[in-house]
């Protein structure tokens, strides 16, 4: 009999997972709210007004557009609206990447 409550205790020792491999809860995701683009269009070279302008334009690579939509899917759960700025004048030195930011209206609570 001991040598099988032994044995159990073996097994069960190696079942045990890992602190590295710990379990973790759904509330442990975070998502980097920094988010990049590759352009921000109209270029700041433009030569039209900007009350001729009647588009706007965002040029993505592959991880920036899953990036934004991590970021847009994780707060569209909790916000009702949800505003996109983009910093068309302010290009990062080290990637030219442009800073997009995403924020939502929050009544002030009194």
């Known amino acids: 009999m001991l040598k099988d409550i032994t044995d159990f205790i073996e097994i069960t020792r190696k079942r045990v997972v890992p602190r590295e491999k710990a379990r973790k ?17 109209p ?4 030569r ?4 001729e302008l009647k588009t706007i334009g965002i040029k993505l690579s592959k ?3 899953i990036h934004l939509s ?18 068309r004048f302010d290009k990062r030195k080290s990637d030219g990447t442009y800073h997009l930011t995403i924020t939502s209206y929050r009544p002030v609570e009194e």
């Open 25 to 41: 809860s759904p509330t442990a995701i975070s998502i980097d709210p920094n988010v990049r683009c590759q352009r921000i269009y």
């Open 43 to 46: 270029i700041e070279d433009t």
């Open 48 to 51: 039209k007004n900007v009350s």
């Open 63 to 65: 991880e920036q557009a």
């Open 70 to 87: 991590r970021v847009l899917l994780a707060v569209s759960q909790e916000w009702e609206e949800i505003d996109i700025t983009g910093y």
